[in-house]
């Protein structure tokens, strides 16, 4: 166990809309080069907690921890100055334009006189890509429609740790993926914590979660459920939990990531 403090730690986030309690109580931390899988049914809360980490929502109450600090998150800027990325499921990315663009899309680098710094920008996207590993895109100068899902995910992830981000939060990041591609992404997703980033991944594909999760925190109805170590539970110990919420064999919360 690392006595170094998670780098995203929440605790009793509650959050209601009118009459709807979307989240009760709810705790979660992930570490430094952890993936920390957040799974649960649909309505279990999942999309409404990364809202409250990316400052889209703000929680009704409790505490929001960054690196040991109580922090206040109120808008995505509030996210961004953090650390914190979120790569949702629909990417956010413009067919349109080129990956150098996408990567680079609302943070342009211009010179004094407001001119793009393409040369800058080329070598950024480059080096990004190169570092995760991403060999499959044949030109960073190629329009985003011409490329596959797996490659159009790779850049999404890329653009969101090119900022010097702390924390990515992937939403279904495998979601209408064919097997190989979702093996390049799942592949990525590993190297980011290799990085030493920390990693919250959303998924609904338990087999995703056992290749690369380090953790596994169920949600069901807004509550915890549970938190496993993947290496110390079984699949069907984790439908239990998401179905049944039963917070039934639960391991893992004070290891470090083994």
């Known amino acids: 166990m ?20 979307a989240l009760q ?3 979660l931390e992930v570490r430094r080069g952890e993936v920390m899988a957040l799974v649960g049914d649909n309505g279990a809360g999942k999309s409404t907690l990364i809202k409250c980490i990316a400052g889209i ?8 921890l960054f690196e040991g600090t109580q922090v206040d998150i109120s808008t995505p800027k509030d996210a961004a100055r953090l650390g914190i990325e979120v790569v949702y499921q629909d990417l956010a990315l413009c067919d349109n334009l080129d990956v150098v663009q996408n ?19 080329e070598q950024h996207t480059a080096e990004t890509l190169k570092s995760l590993r991403v060999t499959t895109i044949r030109s960073i100068r190629q329009q985003v429609a011409t490329l596959s899902g797996g490659q159009r ?5 890329a653009r969101a740790v090119m900022w010097n981000s702390k924390l990515v939060v992937l939403d279904e990041p495998t979601a209408a993926l064919g097997v190989a591609q979702t093996e390049q992404v799942l592949a990525l997703v590993k190297r980011l914590a290799e990085q030493g980033l920390a990693v919250i991944l959303i998924s609904h594909n338990l087999h995703d979660v056992f290749v690369v999760g380090d953790r596994i925190s169920v949600l069901r109805l807004g509550r915890n459920a ?11 110990e984790v439908v239990h939990a998401i179905t049944a919420g039963q917070p039934t064999k639960v391991s893992g919360i004070t290891e470090g990531v083994a």
């Open 103 to 121: 990567m680079y899309l609302g943070r342009e680098a211009h010179d004094p006189f407001q001119r793009l710094k393409e040369p800058v920008m």
């Open 226 to 236: 549970g938190l496993f170590n993947r290496r110390e539970v079984t699949q069907e």
């Open 57 to 64: 929502h703000e929680a009704d109450s409790g505490e929001i």
């Open 153 to 157: 995910q790779s850049v999404a992830v």
């Open 25 to 27: 109580g709810v705790d």
């Open 2 to 21: 690392t006595d170094e403090a998670p780098v995203l730690e929440l605790r009793d986030i509650s959050k209601s809309f009118g009459s709807v309690q």
